[in-house]
């Protein structure tokens, strides 16, 4: 694990960390999203790269990391005379918001599993301490 749960708790964990600590997003994802929350519509890869300082293809493997966790949709736009583009709009804040929920109650309830496991395995006997006997010589 790149970190561990204890430094994310210790830390002072802003929204934003969320696209990190639960999705695993890097901090060009992070701007990318950010970038596209601050628009007053959809923005096109182009524009999106021009806002957050990166190269086209960077500002389209974010968009793509962020769409593939379902924190943005794209809109196909035609042109009059053949040809088109992809309009890239974050989604609702509340359905992410939703998706996150459901996402850490899942882990949660894995990881309540996986803690009974432990104790079944490690605990013994209910009662018992797991202290180590004294040498008795």
Request: aromatic fraction near 14%.
């Given at each position: 694990m790149a970190d561990a749960i204890a430094e994310y708790l210790q830390r002072d964990l802003e929204c934003v960390d969320l696209l990190e600590c639960v999705h695993g997003m890097n901090g060009r994802d992070t701007?990318?999203?950010?970038?596209?929350?601050?628009a007053d519509g959809g923005?096109?890869?182009?524009?999106v790269?021009?806002?957050v300082g990166c190269?086209?293809?960077t500002a389209y493997r974010s968009i793509s990391r962020l769409a593939e966790a379902g924190f943005v949709?794209?809109?196909?736009?035609n042109?009059?005379?053949?040809?088109?583009?992809h309009v890239y709009r974050p989604r609702?804040?509340?359905e992410v918001a939703d998706d996150m929920?459901?996402?850490?109650?899942?882990?949660?309830a894995q990881v309540g599993r996986l803690v009974g496991e432990f104790d079944d395995r490690y605990g013994g006997p209910r009662g018992e301490t797991g202290s180590v006997p004294a040498d008795s010589s």
């Open positions: 701007a990318v999203f950010r970038a596209l929350t601050d923005l096109t890869v182009d524009a790269a021009d806002r190269e086209r293809s949709a794209s809109e196909q736009v042109y009059d005379h053949g040809g088109y583009y609702s804040s509340r929920r459901r996402l850490l109650n899942d882990w949660y």
